[in-house]
């Protein structure tokens, strides 16, 4: 059974820092992509950040460019987010993903297989 286990989420001040994890089992992930989304209340699920299966290609949604960091470790099948400088619109609920590095990323098709159940992240103002 394939699964995603999200932690890290918590309540931080803002302009604070969190770091995220999500670790994956059940099946080798070496040639998916990996990534983060999240859904503030009230809205739709958006993108926040996608790291290729390598470790070499990264993307991030523009609000968080150089305040959010994508990272992965293939021998623990774990795939990190760092927020720093958080803000309160950062506040929603984040998820990982895992899709072919193929397809979400070369061929650019929002479909991701796998999804984490989720962590509450909350910045306070």
Excluded at 55 to 62: A, C, I, R
Aim: with cysteine; hydrophobic share 35%.
């Amino acid at each position: 059974q394939v699964r995603l286990v999200e932690s890290g989420g918590g309540l931080v001040q803002a302009g604070g820092s969190l770091r995220l994890g999500c670790a994956a089992s059940g099946r080798s992930f070496t040639t998916y992509a990996l990534g983060w989304f999240r859904q503030a209340p009230g809205k739709e699920r958006e993108f926040v950040a996608a790291i290729r299966w390598n470790g070499v290609g990264t993307y991030y949604e523009d609000s968080v460019k150089g305040r959010f960091t994508i990272s992965r470790d293939n021998t623990k099948s774990t795939v990190y987010l760092q927020m720093n400088n958080l803000k309160p619109e950062d506040t929603a609920v984040y998820y990982c993903a895992a899709g072919p590095d193929e397809r979400v990323i070369v061929s650019g098709v929002n479909l991701w297989d796998y999804w984490g159940q989720g962590t509450q992240v909350t910045v306070s103002s």
